[in-house]
């Protein structure tokens, strides 16, 4: 059992959750919480990492069957066997709760943490056909928007995600958090030339939408069924000229009242969702 | 000009930021920012303070007029100038800028910070006949959640939210800023019985609708141009089996890959724009 904070492997999770530079070096990035772990792909999976009290509640839980009259504290129970089944499989270390309670990076840690291997893909990869659906990201800036809308963009079917090297980092353990296990699901392409990434994609007949002041079509007017990809800007500061400039259509989404903006994760949620709504039709 | 955090007004501000408790006996909750004061209706702005630079800032820009080719300088100046008009009308107290610095909420003071009278509707004042769009929301926690909620659903053109009192507090710093001044616009209702205020609401002919686990039709397949109201539950747990038997529909919003849920942000988003949507058409 792990029971110093000095340890050189809670040294290097701490740093792995902190540091951008330190994951991108490793090819690795830190997940935490059981749901985050029984969906992580088990060749991903490196180190894991158990505190004492969760490792006891795994273990001595009242591992019962139960059918239809399954109480939340058995769906509990059922968890946590399948955690403890995962844990055999991928091997684990065992943390003291204080030590744990240090390295973790929420208020109420659910006692599991691991490390995982950094997926990669090809922009290629990313295209899939007519079923083309892309959210592209300039420079965002909120891990939580990030995430949220990696986690919307699976459930609306976006086929992936591109985004510029100075939007926050993908694997921010924050970022990661709000993704809810999307994360190791929907493919992204970080690129450092987002300009000519988005001329590659036009010369594929991707159809490239901007949510922009600018806009006079509605976002519900265009046709979405063919390849789709949709542009989103800085919270702040919405898209560059030089990015914005290289959209096919500008689009607005029309908004009452006085309000001037939406966030970005709920325009790009709205954006992603209509295509969705077509596709369906 | 005030130099002491032991100010007595400066010590009645942290608690007014801090303690929802406070607000209440008060009356009154705290805007933070340039936008948040220039949105302010002038008649519920009972005190202002502005950082010792800011000031400085406000007085000493250059002040010319600036026409087609207005630089974000001068976008900076004029909104100054306006923040400085508004200042001569309501009146304001300086603050030196370590203190103004250790009241903020914000890690980057915008320099202005003042006190607004809570507005207070009645039920009525949300129904608007055939125009009736309203959110209702059932213990959410997070404020930056409720926060944005309130603005996308102006720009949705909802004419109301209801919620309980285990919502966390609408008057709330954060929640405040993330509505981005639509706490102004936006009449709300906070109910100590949600399922009287439903079931009212239902006696007035508003359909009620309920994204839910159970729901088979599809968000988009219901007509929302009738008065709508949409319940939305709390981000762990969802509605209580109480409040989400009162809906007259349960709706789900299809998910692809293994999503299991949305954001409640972004779940009230996509069914205020649907309405919206509809209703333009």
Redesign the interface.
């Given at each position: 059992m792990i029971t110093s904070t000095s340890n050189q492997q809670m040294k290097n999770l701490t740093l792995l959750m902190k540091k951008a530079k330190a994951r991108n070096e490793q090819g690795v990035f830190v997940a935490e919480g059981r749901k985050m772990f029984l969906?992580a792909p088990v060749e991903w999976v490196k180190q894991v990492y158990v505190s004492e009290s969760f490792y006891g509640t795994c273990t001595q839980g009242n591992m019962q069957d139960c059918m239809e009259s399954c109480t939340p504290k058995h769906g509990e129970e059922k968890l946590n066997r399948k955690v403890l089944e995962r844990l055999n499989e991928t091997g684990y270390e065992i943390v003291s709760d204080n030590v744990f309670k240090s390295v973790s990076d929420t208020q109420t840690p659910q006692g599991i943490l691991c490390v995982i291997k950094k997926p990669e893909y090809a922009l290629e990869e990313l295209i899939k056909g007519e079923q083309t659906h892309l959210l592209i990201l300039e420079s965002i800036q909120d891990p939580?928007n990030l995430g949220?809308m990696v986690?919307?963009g699976?459930?609306?079917?976006i086929t992936g995600v591109i985004m510029n090297q100075t939007t926050v980092d993908l694997f921010n353990p924050k970022t990661i958090r709000?993704t809810?296990?999307?994360i190791y699901?929907?493919p992204f392409f970080i690129t450092k030339d987002l300009a000519g990434t988005i001329s590659s994609l036009k010369e594929q007949q991707v159809n490239v939408y901007a949510a922009h002041l600018k806009g006079t079509l509605?976002y519900?007017e265009p046709d979405y069924k063919k390849k789709t990809a949709f542009l989103i800007g800085n919270e702040g500061n919405g898209l560059s000229d030089e990015i914005a400039d290289l959209a096919d259509t500008y689009i607005k989404?029309?908004?009452?009242?006085?309000?001037?903006?939406?966030?970005a994760?709920?325009s790009a949620?709205?954006l992603m969702?209509e295509t969705?709504?077509q596709r369906?039709h």
């Amino acid at each position: 059992m792990i029971t110093s904070t000095s340890n050189q492997q809670m040294k290097n999770l701490t740093l792995l959750m902190k540091k951008a530079k330190a994951r991108n070096e490793q090819g690795v990035f830190v997940a935490e919480g059981r749901k985050m772990f029984l969906e992580a792909p088990v060749e991903w999976v490196k180190q894991v990492y158990v505190s004492e009290s969760f490792y006891g509640t795994c273990t001595q839980g009242n591992m019962q069957d139960c059918m239809e009259s399954c109480t939340p504290k058995h769906g509990e129970e059922k968890l946590n066997r399948k955690v403890l089944e995962r844990l055999n499989e991928t091997g684990y270390e065992i943390v003291s709760d204080n030590v744990f309670k240090s390295v973790s990076d929420t208020q109420t840690p659910q006692g599991i943490l691991c490390v995982i291997k950094k997926p990669e893909y090809a922009l290629e990869e990313l295209i899939k056909g007519e079923q083309t659906h892309l959210l592209i990201l300039e420079s965002i800036q909120d891990p939580g928007n990030l995430g949220t809308m990696v986690r919307t963009g699976e459930g609306a079917g976006i086929t992936g995600v591109i985004m510029n090297q100075t939007t926050v980092d993908l694997f921010n353990p924050k970022t990661i958090r709000s993704t809810m296990g999307s994360i190791y699901r929907v493919p992204f392409f970080i690129t450092k030339d987002l300009a000519g990434t988005i001329s590659s994609l036009k010369e594929q007949q991707v159809n490239v939408y901007a949510a922009h002041l600018k806009g006079t079509l509605s976002y519900d007017e265009p046709d979405y069924k063919k390849k789709t990809a949709f542009l989103i800007g800085n919270e702040g500061n919405g898209l560059s000229d030089e990015i914005a400039d290289l959209a096919d259509t500008y689009i607005k989404i029309p908004m009452q009242g006085q309000v001037e903006s939406l966030n970005a994760a709920i325009s790009a949620s709205l954006l992603m969702y209509e295509t969705g709504r077509q596709r369906r039709h």
